[in-house]
């Protein structure tokens, strides 16, 4: 994917996607479709990039065996990294995730102001 120079808005036709990149971007979005899953990505983003290990993101409405599932799903797209600390795992967003993450919902609150 290419970008315009700094400042300037895509039209769209600056996007250059490989069959590679769509089926991954499909995929990040089919991951984050799940309210749970973007929920816990949310809270992993609020820690700025701190770790936290599953017993505290556990409240999200579902079993903390649904929790590691969804928290396995995000981790195989890439979205956040883990590390085990002896019975316990610690997740973490992935490398430039915050970051990414902070333009897109910045991009949301501009549309229509």
């Known amino acids: 994917m290419c970008q315009k120079g700094a400042g300037s808005a895509c039209d769209g036709t600056c996007l250059e996607l490989t069959a590679a990149d769509m089926v991954w971007w499909s995929n990040v979005f089919k991951t984050l479709g799940d309210p749970v899953r973007l929920q816990l990505l949310m809270k992993l983003a609020e820690r700025s990039g701190g770790e936290a290990a599953v017993h505290e993101l556990a409240d999200v409405g579902v079993s903390p065996a649904t929790v ?46």
Not at 77 to 97: F, P
């Open 68 to 113: 590691s599932h969804h928290l396995k799903r995000l981790r195989c797209i890439g979205l956040i990294e883990s590390r085990r600390d002896g019975r316990l795992v610690y997740y973490k967003l992935g490398a430039g995730v915050r970051a990414a993450l902070m333009q897109i919902l910045h991009q949301r609150s501009q549309v229509g102001a």
